[in-house]
């Protein structure tokens, strides 16, 4: 096959993907799709009877590594592409999804001693046990007045660096100690790939506290834990590039891994779903990327620094260069939607689907469709896995109310999918007050793909087209036009981000408008949701919050 490729390496919760995208005009040449053999780790270490505490997700570094190895040699085969038309790998990963590693970059449950500690293998995004750490760090920011809140829309959330280094420092000082230096585990695949240690931009920016001017807030580590008076130079040590730059180019070693050729330049790592956001075509303000997975990142580019409540973080270059990169997000959306169907459907759902030919899936979304909004006279909040955006409360748990003796699983279901629409527009609202328009929605991920019955509600609750990326891949192909651009024009890539976007990405012609009837229905049912929202979210002394303490007292 002629031309030349890059290629995009996804690494997700549940399995990593590599994309061999054509450079011309981004064309999927092949993709293939490794599962993660150990998948998230919750309940116990692999070979071991250690058993993990609530709210722990760990993953095992090993799989990161079989991704590469089988699903990069996979797609040069499936394509007929020779090694040599590859110009450019780029890398996105979750995050902040962290691991500890030794001198030599080998992550710590790699050395039999130490594997028994859980505090020794990767925390994933969604290791949610740092609630407590994450509590005192942004109590101890918000007396004390630090500058860095207002990036973070006002607080630093559970899934991010600081908390879990923070947690492995109070639960596990002795793994803590032999950490060489906590990383990414995208900036470590980068490293795995180069042998040159990089921290990305991105990542250090949105999950990490660090400011291109400023760097890591040293004063407020010092005033957290004295133990943390080097910590910068230290455990987070290492050079930090931005996005679209070389980290290096691939070695002779991992070259014969998998089945490529030395010196192909390798990207700086990107997160995935602001990788996303790029494949999907977002390189400018006034549009929202609506990443749409096991979660759900909301994505947006502006020329102005605004300060956005409840958001992920805003990074200056954090996802195309010359905006500021603004993230928020939901913490369950897929995820929600399979508890359900996996754990809540009654029998009878499960036989009548398998005598239709259908999924379980298939069948309580098409009975879903049938309801009209409000019909179900219920009502839910979306916090199945905490409030990521704009409460930032990993404590929040799930609500719905309107029971009743006649009530279906598809109306059960239906209003979870307008529970997590809800939710978003929730998102948009808040950018919007922080004088931030959103105008335009993009959706990519898996959800958007499969799900029309979604999509139509959000279109709907939002009162905004929705526009669908072409590709199945987005994360993967952000990464691979990243890919390019490190390569440069000279290598038959791309010096420019947005000329890369412009030839490598497209949405789909079809797109979902929202309907006038739907939109008045759904805007009475989103005001009893904010205020149930509010009742429950910014109350300290709510139901919620009070079942959660007595939860945690008694599982501790």
Known sequence: MGGKFAIGIDFGTESGRVLLADVADGREAAVHVTPYRHGVIRESLPDTDIVLGDYFALQHPADYLEVLERSVPAVLREAGVSPEDVVGIGVDFTTCTMLPVDEQGVPLCFHPELRSNPHSWVKLWKHHAAQEETDLINRLAAETGQPFLKRYGGKLSVEWMLAKIWETRRKAPDIYERADRFVEAGDWVVFQLTGQFVRSACMAGFKAIWHPVCGYPDDFFRLLDPGFARLSETKLRGRVAPLGARAGTLTPEMAGRLGLVPGIPVAVAIGDAHAAAVGTGITSPGRMALVMGTSTCHMVLSDREMAVEGISGFVRDGIAPGYYGYEAGQAAVGDLFAWFVEKSVPAYVERE????????????????????????????????????????????????????????????????????????????????????????????????????????????????????????????????????????????????????????????????????????????????????????????????????????????
């Open 353 to 556: 689907a398998k005598a239709r030919g259908m999924t379980v899936h298939q069948w309580i979304e098409s009975k879903a469709s049938a309801c009209r909004p409000g019909e179900t006279g219920l009502l839910a909040l979306d916090w199945w896995n905490g409030n990521r955006s704009v409460l930032g409360d990993a404590d929040l748990t799930g609500l719905v109310i309107g029971y009743h003796l006649q009530t279906k699983p598809e109306e059960i279901y239906r209003t979870l999918l307008e529970a997590t629409a809800f939710g978003t527009r929730a998102i948009i609202e808040a950018f919007g007050q922080a004088g931030i328009a959103i105008d335009e929605l993009y959706a990519c991920g898996g959800l958007p793909q499969k799900n029309r019955l979604l999509m139509q509600i959000y279109a709907d609750v939002t009162n905004r087209e929705i526009r669908v990326a072409a590709s199945t891949q987005t994360a993967a192909l952000g990464a691979a036009i990243y890919g390019a651009v490190a390569a440069g024009s000279a290598n038959g890539g791309y010096d420019r981000l947005e000329e890369a976007v412009r030839r490598m990405t497209r949405v789909k012609a079809e797109s979902f408008k929202p309907d006038r009837d739907r939109v008045a229905a759904y805007e009475e049912l989103y005001r009893l949701y904010l205020a149930l929202h509010d009742a429950f979210g910014r109350d300290p002394g709510s139901v919620m919050k009070r079942l959660a303490a007595i939860r945690k007292r008694q599982t501790n």
